[in-house]
């Protein structure tokens, strides 16, 4: 095969066995991205009123609430309702922002436009947040309350220049936001899981639970996802390491992906996906829908909340049942976090081979502690050397990624489990990353190395016709 000659030859094998290219982003359920004929939802109610904040607004802030302010009557004169399009608003901002601004302080042509498109963006849009969801160079948008806002750029955390007026500006954002996939965050409910349109992942949780004002994560959803030729340049893994993940997804063992948060599980998930081979009926499994299979048989099933009563919920465990019930080929979780883990198991053990998850663990024992426990909690009082024993048969390969102090990430362990002694799981690393140390400008220097011996899991890769090269284990040869 593999990836070797794979990227030797420039081919793309690697996409892909249905060769389409990436379909764009299915709209997340529930969510319309615009109302039909191309005419806006408008809600007056929403518009960021003229209050001021906890820190008193400077004159652009001033000027801004007043044209909302002024929006709102100038609407209803135009009789421009509820739908009123893009361009009629963008209009409307415009003629108001110029009558407003006349009474005061000039406004040079960028600084007018700049401001209509804020305006817009506050009535319509995100607010503060498009232009950071508009920069590709952003990957997660994080605001911890509405004067402190943060975004990761190339793996790093920087303050972004970005603010809310107030509170009471952030709070009718994060409203947009939920209530777009008909849900809602209040005090009887403070926490909320939502998508935006694009598919980006939110989180928001708002006072008093959250102390110092709401705070909204917003894990974004990339236009054009990571393939495993990215992660080999961006330097996350070594290519003998590729390749064998590569045999080892195609040949169905059981992979799991663990990492601490923000890692790059779900990205690793979605790059090893891409090496099942086409005609296999895919199941996917999360809380909230990130996995962009590019296969074509793909069934994707979603959680859902409880409503304000708590009825109505949902879970990953029932979800899972389920899909044993839908004929699956391949199961693929994403991410295992409670009692579905003893389901999981017990699907892994009884024929549904290729399964693939991500755990949330800093180390490859920790994710096996993780699991115990979560098995644990499914209530069954297994003893622990069964739940040990299931674990033990049903995984075949841990996969630890980390995000370095550089931030860069990195598979740092590919790991056999390789069966039980006594009351312990056996586990036998193949792959590893050796830190040497931190050059000046802060990039960590290191190594990828193979641990130098043959996995016991090589036979059951040349058994499926996909063996690797007798040297490929070699420790020198990576
Ligand atoms: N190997 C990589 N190199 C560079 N960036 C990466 C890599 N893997 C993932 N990323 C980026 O890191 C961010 C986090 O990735 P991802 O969502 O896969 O992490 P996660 O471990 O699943 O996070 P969580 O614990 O929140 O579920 C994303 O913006 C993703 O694009
Ligand atoms: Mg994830």
């Given at each position: 095969m593999f990836l070797r000659n794979r990227l030797a030859t420039k081919t793309s094998a690697l996409e892909p066995a249905t060769g389409r290219s990436s379909p764009p982003p299915r709209p997340p359920l529930g969510t319309s991205s615009q109302a039909p004929s191309g005419r806006l939802p408008l809600a007056s109610s929403s518009l960021p009123a003229a209050t001021p904040g906890h820190r008193p607004p400077d004159g652009r802030m001033q000027l801004k609430a007043e044209v909302h302010r002024r929006l709102v009557e100038d609407l209803r004169r135009r009789g421009l309702d509820e739908t009123a399009t893009e361009a009629e608003l963008r209009q409307a901002i415009g003629e108001v922002m110029d009558q407003t601004?006349?009474?005061?302080?000039?406004?040079?042509?960028?600084?007018?436009?700049?401001?209509?498109?804020?305006?817009?963006?506050?009535?319509?849009?995100?607010?503060?947040?498009?232009?950071?969801?508009?920069?590709?160079?952003?990957?997660?948008?994080?605001?911890?309350?509405?004067?402190?806002?943060?975004?990761?750029?190339?793996?790093?955390?920087?303050?972004?220049?970005?603010?809310?007026?107030?509170?009471?500006?952030?709070?009718?954002?994060?409203?947009?936001?939920?209530?777009?996939v008909g849900r809602?965050?209040?005090?009887?409910?403070?926490?909320?899981?939502?998508?935006?349109?694009?598919?980006?992942?939110?989180?928001?949780?708002?006072?008093?639970?959250?102390?110092?004002?709401?705070v909204l994560t917003i894990r974004k959803f990339r236009k054009d996802p990571l393939k495993i030729t990215d992660l080999l340049e961006l330097g996350s893994l070594s290519g003998a390491m590729g390749e064998f993940l590569e045999a080892a997804v195609a040949a169905k063992l059981n992979v799991l992906i663990s990492g601490g948060t923000g890692t790059g599980k779900t990205t690793l998930?979605?790059?090893?996906?891409?090496f099942i081979p086409g005609g296999e009926r895919l199941i996917t499994i999360e809380d909230a829908a990130e996995l962009q299979l590019q296969q074509e048989h793909v069934i994707r099933l979603e959680t859902r909340p409880g409503n304000v009563e708590g009825s109505g919920r949902v879970d990953q465990a029932e979800l899972l049942r389920n899909s044993l019930r839908m004929r699956p080929d391949r199961i693929i979780l994403g991410e295992v976090r409670g009692p579905e883990a003893l389901t999981m198991l017990q699907a892994m053990n009884t024929g549904h081979e290729g399964s693939l998850a991500t755990v949330h663990a800093n180390t490859t024992r920790d994710a096996l502690a993780r699991l115990e426990t979560m098995v644990l909690m499914a209530g069954m009082e297994l003893p622990l050397r069964a739940i040990r024993e299931q674990v033990a048969s049903a995984l075949d390969v841990i996969v630890q990624i980390e995000r370095g102090q550089d931030g860069r990430r990195r598979v740092v362990g590919i790991t056999e489990v390789v069966g039980m002694e006594g009351e312990t799981i056996m586990l036998q690393e193949i792959y590893?990353?050796?830190?040497?140390?931190?050059?000046?400008?802060?990039?960590?220097?290191?190594?990828?190395?193979?641990?130098?011996?043959?996995p016991k899991c090589a036979d059951r890769l040349e058994r499926a016709g996909l063996g690797l090269a007798s040297d490929h284990w070699l420790a020198a040869n990576q």
């Amino acid at each position: 095969m593999f990836l070797r000659n794979r990227l030797a030859t420039k081919t793309s094998a690697l996409e892909p066995a249905t060769g389409r290219s990436s379909p764009p982003p299915r709209p997340p359920l529930g969510t319309s991205s615009q109302a039909p004929s191309g005419r806006l939802p408008l809600a007056s109610s929403s518009l960021p009123a003229a209050t001021p904040g906890h820190r008193p607004p400077d004159g652009r802030m001033q000027l801004k609430a007043e044209v909302h302010r002024r929006l709102v009557e100038d609407l209803r004169r135009r009789g421009l309702d509820e739908t009123a399009t893009e361009a009629e608003l963008r209009q409307a901002i415009g003629e108001v922002m110029d009558q407003t601004a006349a009474s005061g302080r000039p406004l040079g042509r960028t600084e007018r436009d700049r401001l209509v498109e804020e305006v817009y963006n506050d009535v319509l849009g995100l607010g503060p947040l498009e232009p950071l969801l508009a920069d590709d160079d952003i990957s997660e948008v994080m605001v911890n309350g509405p004067f402190d806002v943060f975004v990761e750029r190339s793996g790093r955390i920087e303050r972004a220049v970005v603010r809310f007026a107030d509170e009471a500006h952030l709070r009718r954002i994060i409203d947009r936001i939920v209530s777009r996939v008909g849900r809602r965050i209040d005090d009887a409910s403070p926490m909320c899981d939502a998508r935006l349109v694009d598919g980006s992942r939110v989180n928001a949780i708002i006072p008093p639970l959250a102390i110092d004002g709401s705070v909204l994560t917003i894990r974004k959803f990339r236009k054009d996802p990571l393939k495993i030729t990215d992660l080999l340049e961006l330097g996350s893994l070594s290519g003998a390491m590729g390749e064998f993940l590569e045999a080892a997804v195609a040949a169905k063992l059981n992979v799991l992906i663990s990492g601490g948060t923000g890692t790059g599980k779900t990205t690793l998930l979605n790059v090893l996906s891409a090496f099942i081979p086409g005609g296999e009926r895919l199941i996917t499994i999360e809380d909230a829908a990130e996995l962009q299979l590019q296969q074509e048989h793909v069934i994707r099933l979603e959680t859902r909340p409880g409503n304000v009563e708590g009825s109505g919920r949902v879970d990953q465990a029932e979800l899972l049942r389920n899909s044993l019930r839908m004929r699956p080929d391949r199961i693929i979780l994403g991410e295992v976090r409670g009692p579905e883990a003893l389901t999981m198991l017990q699907a892994m053990n009884t024929g549904h081979e290729g399964s693939l998850a991500t755990v949330h663990a800093n180390t490859t024992r920790d994710a096996l502690a993780r699991l115990e426990t979560m098995v644990l909690m499914a209530g069954m009082e297994l003893p622990l050397r069964a739940i040990r024993e299931q674990v033990a048969s049903a995984l075949d390969v841990i996969v630890q990624i980390e995000r370095g102090q550089d931030g860069r990430r990195r598979v740092v362990g590919i790991t056999e489990v390789v069966g039980m002694e006594g009351e312990t799981i056996m586990l036998q690393e193949i792959y590893g990353f050796r830190k040497e140390g931190v050059r000046e400008d802060g990039s960590v220097r290191g190594s990828f190395r193979a641990a130098g011996i043959r996995p016991k899991c090589a036979d059951r890769l040349e058994r499926a016709g996909l063996g690797l090269a007798s040297d490929h284990w070699l420790a020198a040869n990576q």
